[in-house]
């Protein structure tokens, strides 16, 4: 199993990067590989179409995702928003109903909204939100004020721990004969009529 993780900060190695990599530890612990991709630059230089094409082929391979973004402007950044908007446009079959996870990393707030921006993602594409032990984040200006967020990085472990029980999970389901669910057909509605 595997869990591909999408780092939206701009920079590679800071907050964000800090927390997922405390979850890989968790993933790696159960026996579960992940792979943090950095779209920094390149969703926003010109190189988008590629970056995308790269990442949808690693939606194929992966079991699980979680989509990490620091805040911006109490917001997540733009570079994590373009890569969901076009990745979930053209790689909703690789990515439907598998679980997923959103973090965020702030110096002080924009957290939740946040988190909820991030989150529309997983539950317009039939993806299991895994959650933790409370919200989804960490706090710190740098990775090493990361680390000394003792109940962000508990609440990373605990998202990791909950995100390999539930591929677990999902696994001996399979094993077990358990189908994904057939989705009901709809038309679509339009308000204004």
């Known amino acids: ?26 993933l790696e612990a159960a026996g579960i590989d992940s792979e943090i991709a950095f779209v920094g630059a390149d969703a926003v230089n010109g190189n988008l179409p590629q970056l995308v094409k790269s990442l949808k082929e690693k939606c194929a391979d992966a079991d699980g995702f979680v989509f990490g973004s620091p805040v911006y402007y109490a917001s997540p950044t733009g570079e994590i928003e373009v890569v969901l908007d076009r990745l979930f446009g053209v790689a909703g079959k690789e990515l439907a109903h598998k679980p997923a996870a959103v ?38 200006n740098t990775p090493e004020e990361v680390m000394q967020d003792g109940e962000g990085v508990a609440v990373m472990k605990n998202l990791g721990r909950n995100m390999a029980w539930m591929l677990q999970c999902l696994e001996a389901g399979e094993k077990a004969g358990i189908a994904i669910p057939e989705g009901v057909a709809y038309s679509k509605t339009n308000f204004i009529r």
Do not use: F
Request: with cysteine; aromatic share 6%; hydrophobic share 40%.
């Open 1 to 26: 199993m595997k869990v591909l993780m999408i780092n939206g900060s701009r920079r590679e190695k800071g907050c964000t990067y800090t927390a997922l990599t405390i979850i890989a530890k968790e």
């Open 103 to 140: 973090i965020t990393s702030a110096r002080r707030a924009g957290t939740t909204a946040t988190l909820d921006a991030l989150a529309k993602y997983p539950c317009i594409n039939q993806m299991p939100l895994v959650t933790s032990s409370y919200w989804p984040m960490v706090h710190g």
